[in-house]
T-cell receptor, first 115, second 115 residues
Framework: EAQVTQNPRYLITVTGKKLTVTCSQN?????MSWYRQDPGLGLRQIYY???????DKGDVPEGYKVSRKEKRNFPLILESPSPNQTSLYFC??????????????FGPGTRLTVL | GDSVTQMEGPVTLSEEAFLTINCTYT??????LFWYVQYPGEGLQLLLK?????DKGSNKGFEATYRKETTSFHLEKGSVQVSDSAVYFC??????????????FGSGTQLTVLP
């Protein structure tokens, strides 16, 4: 089954304790992205990657890091989480085309609470 | 910058009622337009899309027409079912997004359909 998986689905942590949220896709997509969803704000892009070893900032990258060492994986790293990073996080992937309008496939989400 | 405005929720309807969720956008040129749906506890799924003016996207009984003159992409369904209860997001990918393929989302509209 074609899918995007994220782990963990739920996480409660404390300020300053480094954490990683994993994202994996089995569709051989070049493009992957991270979004955060906050009430009343919709989803906002954190980072994206066009392919292996190619990453770039989205709208809200502060406090986050990413890496793309393999095509299928795109982990999101919070080196020193703070309470304002409490949110619902989604990973997404899509094939790439010149048009850039390909459907993005979303993971099930990771609900993070930073105390 | 580019933005999407969709009607405030929540929206509560009885089964078999007609649904309209309004969506208007601000963007340079001709963005691609999308409706995503988020069922409880799940990630976002593409519902339909349109990539040029006057295109009509349709899926599962839902429809939306890309109206350039009114910069709108309203979602409609003739007869809703309880299973349509979800949060609906209008989104666009602007022409200027380039490799970012950044989806700009509206704030979402919660739909509840009562039996």
């Amino acid at each position: 089954e074609a899918q995007v998986t994220q782990n963990p689905r739920y996480l409660i942590t404390v300020t300053g304790k480094k954490l990683t949220v994993t994202c994996s896709q089995n569709m051989n997509h070049e493009y992957m992205s991270w979004y955060r969803q906050d009430p009343g704000l919709g989803l906002r892009q954190i980072y994206y990657s066009m392919n292996v070893e190619v990453t770039d900032k989205g709208d809200v990258p502060e406090g986050y890091k990413v890496s793309r060492k393999e095509k299928r994986n795109f982990p999101l790293i919070l080196e020193s989480p703070s309470p304002n990073q409490t949110s619902l996080y989604f990973c997404a992937s899509s094939p790439t085309s010149l048009a850039g309008t390909d459907t993005q496939y979303f993971g099930p989400g990771t609900r993070l609470t930073v105390l | 910058g580019d933005s999407v405005t969709q009607m405030e929720g929540p929206v509560t309807l009885s089964e078999e009622a007609f649904l309209t969720i309004n969506c208007t956008y601000t963007a340079t040129g001709y963005p691609s337009l999308f409706w995503y749906v988020q069922y409880p506890g799940e990630g976002l799924q593409l519902l339909l899309k349109a990539t040029k003016a006057d295109d009509k996207g349709s899926n599962k009984g839902f429809e939306a027409t890309y109206r350039k003159e009114t910069t709108s992409f309203h979602l409609e369904k003739g007869s809703v079912q309880v299973s349509d209860s979800a949060v609906y997001f209008c989104a666009l990918i602007p022409i200027s997004s380039g490799s970012a393929r950044q989806l700009t989302f509206g704030s979402g509209t919660q739909l509840t359909v009562l039996p």
